[in-house]
Nanobody, 117 residues
């Protein structure tokens, strides 16, 4: 049974920073893609950033240069460093893991990020 536990969300002022963490327990295999998605009220869930076990990364245009995704393979943990936050970054942020073998997809429960003065 794989579980993803996110942490690090909260309320921050515009221009501030937050660091999200997502720790995976259970077998997610060594080859996988870990990523962060977000969903704002009334909007569809969208990709924020992803990182493969090879460390190759992908970012949405709207976070390029502001957010950085990283991972610690020994801890099965993925991070999202968010800087220069804007009110439009307000959303529930979800962690996702996709295994290369078998294509299993796992989601975290989500963590709220609110950017407001």
């Amino acid at each position: 049974q794989v579980q993803l536990v996110e942490s690090g969300g909260g309320l921050v002022q515009p221009g501030g920073s937050l660091r999200l963490s997502c720790a995976a327990s259970g077998s997610i295999f060594s080859s996988n893609v870990m990523g962060w998605y977000r969903q704002a009220p009334g909007k569809e869930r969208e990709l924020v950033a992803s990182i493969a076990s090879s460390s190759s990364t992908q970012y949405a245009d709207y976070v390029m240069g502001r957010f950085t995704i990283s991972r610690d393979n020994a801890k099965n943990t993925v991070y999202l460093q968010m800087n220069s936050l804007k009110p439009e970054d307000t959303a529930v942020y979800y962690c996702r893991v996709v295994t290369i073998a078998f294509g299993y997809v796992y989601w975290g429960q989500g963590t709220q990020v609110t950017v407001s003065s």
